[in-house]
């Protein structure tokens, strides 16, 4: 399917219907994404963690990323595909993050996410100047994971929750298509997404967003460990997952899996000729 949605129909949506992301990392999950009717597919960098079994997102390169968004971008999914920019790959250097954020351009994104608020504005000035659209990310950032002191709920204090609205203010002048805000109150969100023309995509951080993003393996259920409560599973699919690898090495253990149906058969005649009379014919 052609891909109908780009950065300046998302940036349209702005107080209008609410816009759905979701992650994916590879070309099954985008198809999936593209059925189900989702606007924007975001191949995040928590593909360190659900995915690749890291602890925390800080250990995915640009190599790593990009070799996911061309997985995704190979389902020639009609969402917007969105590429995290992995931690470090727009910290040393203008040039180093506009490199960057063309190699994931290259592998298939049509945009680009990275993480922080008005101290990343020379970075999304430049990225942008490179004609790529730049989607903002404050609020829990999980790249800062260790100045943060861990996944902690952002913005709770006055002065935290006035420092975002003006780290909002600023991405969005600067010309971000979107932000999105990762675990902070519901009043907070809320006041940030009236402060911002451009949309707020929201996870942990209430109604008020004007679109809502889920990870893949959480809303699908495909980990089963203990999640944070802004997430909503809407499907067990790792439950069913082993109950099916269960039951296909219960057939396998007790000879019921191949059955002839399921095999492969010589023809009468070549059987004969190898003196396998009584096999069954293809
Ligand atoms: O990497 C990711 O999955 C994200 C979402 C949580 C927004 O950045």
Same mark, same amino acid.
């Given at each position: 399917? +052609?891909?109908?949605?780009?950065?300046?129909?998302?940036?349209?949506?702005?107080?209008?219907?609410? %816009?759905?992301?979701?992650?994916?990392?590879?070309?099954?999950?985008?198809?999936?994404?593209?059925?189900?009717?989702?606007?924007?597919?975001?191949?995040?960098?928590?593909?360190?963690?659900?995915?690749?079994?890291?602890?925390?997102?800080?250990?995915?390169?640009?190599?790593?990323?990009?070799?996911?968004?061309?997985?995704?971008?190979?389902?020639?999914?009609?969402?917007?595909?969105?590429?995290?920019?992995?931690? *470090?790959?727009?910290?040393?250097?203008?040039?180093?993050?506009?490199?960057?954020?063309?190699?994931?351009?290259?592998?298939?994104?049509?945009?680009?996410?990275?993480?922080?608020?008005?101290?990343?504005?020379? *970075?999304?000035?430049?990225?942008?100047?490179?004609?790529?659209?730049?989607?903002?990310?404050?609020?829990?950032?999980?790249?800062?994971?260790?100045? %943060?002191?861990?996944?902690?709920?952002?913005?709770?204090?006055?002065?935290?929750?006035?420092?975002?609205?003006?780290?909002?203010?600023?991405?969005?002048?600067?010309?971000?298509?979107?932000?999105?805000?990762?675990?902070?109150?519901?009043?907070?969100?809320?006041?940030?997404?009236?402060?911002?023309?451009?949309?707020?995509?929201?996870?942990?951080?209430?109604?008020?967003?004007?679109?809502?993003?889920?990870?893949?393996?959480?809303?699908?259920?495909?980990?089963?460990? %203990?999640?944070?409560?802004?997430?909503?599973?809407? +499907?067990?699919?790792?439950?069913?997952?082993?109950?099916?690898?269960?039951?296909?090495?219960?057939?396998?253990?007790?000879?019921?899996?191949?059955?002839?149906?399921?095999?492969?058969?010589?023809?009468?005649?070549?059987?004969?000729?190898?003196?396998?009379?009584?096999?069954?014919?293809?």
């Amino acid at each position: 399917m +052609a891909q109908t949605i780009t950065a300046p129909a998302v940036r349209a949506r702005k107080g209008s219907d609410p %816009l759905v992301m979701v992650t994916a990392y590879d070309a099954p999950g985008a198809r999936i994404a593209d059925e189900a009717g989702v606007d924007l597919i975001l191949v995040g960098d928590s593909v360190a963690m659900v995915v690749l079994g890291y602890e925390d997102t800080l250990q995915v390169t640009v190599e790593d990323m990009a070799h996911h968004v061309g997985a995704v971008a190979r389902a020639k999914p009609r969402p917007m595909v969105v590429a995290d920019l992995p931690w *470090m790959s727009y910290h040393l250097s203008v040039e180093e993050t506009v490199r960057n954020s063309a190699a994931l351009i290259r592998a298939g994104a049509q945009a680009v996410k990275l993480e922080g608020g008005a101290k990343r504005l020379p *970075m999304v000035r430049a990225i942008l100047d490179a004609e790529i659209p730049v989607m903002g990310h404050i609020g829990l950032t999980p790249q800062s994971i260790h100045a %943060l002191g861990g996944f902690k709920v952002q913005g709770k204090q006055a002065d935290a929750a006035a420092a975002l609205v003006d780290d909002a203010i600023a991405l969005a002048d600067a010309g971000c298509f979107s932000i999105v805000l990762e675990a902070v109150p519901d009043e907070v969100a809320r006041l940030v997404t009236q402060s911002v023309d451009v949309p707020t995509i929201g996870i942990g951080a209430g109604p008020w967003c004007d679109g809502q993003v889920l990870v893949f393996h959480d809303l699908l259920g495909l980990q089963d460990k %203990l999640a944070p409560k802004f997430v909503r599973r809407y +499907a067990s699919l790792k439950s069913d997952a082993v109950t099916a690898m269960a039951a296909f090495a219960e057939d396998v253990r007790t000879k019921r899996f191949p059955s002839a149906e399921e095999s492969y058969h010589l023809s009468p005649e070549t059987a004969e000729v190898l003196g396998l009379y009584g096999a069954a014919a293809s």
